[in-house]
Nanobody
């Protein structure tokens, strides 16, 4: 059974940092793109960041560029999202995602719907 398990969410003050982790099991995603999405109350789920199979290419939505960094450790089958300079508008449930159809991230954000496996989500709350 394929599982993606997120950890690292929590409550932080504006300007603070959090590091999310996503551990995968059940199959290898070392040849696939992985990413982080988020969904705030009353809003649609949006892609935040993604990373190619090798880690050599990344994608960030405009609102997090320069503040968030995605990385992966294929040996540990883990993907990370380092979030710095957090803002109240970053408050959301963050989901880890893995694609069986993408190896790169060059087609994002257009190919945002090609992620097939999802974690259960972890809450990130940024207080002002």
């Amino acid at each position: 059974q394929v599982q993606l398990v997120e950890s690292g969410g929590g409550l932080v003050q504006a300007g603070g940092s959090l590091r999310l982790s996503c551990a995968s099991s059940g199959r290898s995603f070392s040849s696939n793109a992985m990413g982080w999405y988020r969904q705030a109350p009353g809003k649609e789920r949006e892609i935040v960041a993604a990373i190619s199979w090798s880690g050599g290419s990344t994608y960030y939505t405009d609102s997090v560029k320069g503040r968030f960094a995605i990385s992966r450790d294929n040996a540990k089958t883990t993907v990370y999202l380092q979030m710095n300079s957090l803002k109240p508008e970053d408050t959301a449930v963050y989901y880890c995602a893995a694609s069986t159809r993408l190896s790169g991230v060059g087609g994002l954000p257009g190919e945002y719907n090609k992620f097939d496996y999802w974690g259960q989500g972890t809450q990130v709350t940024v207080s002002s």
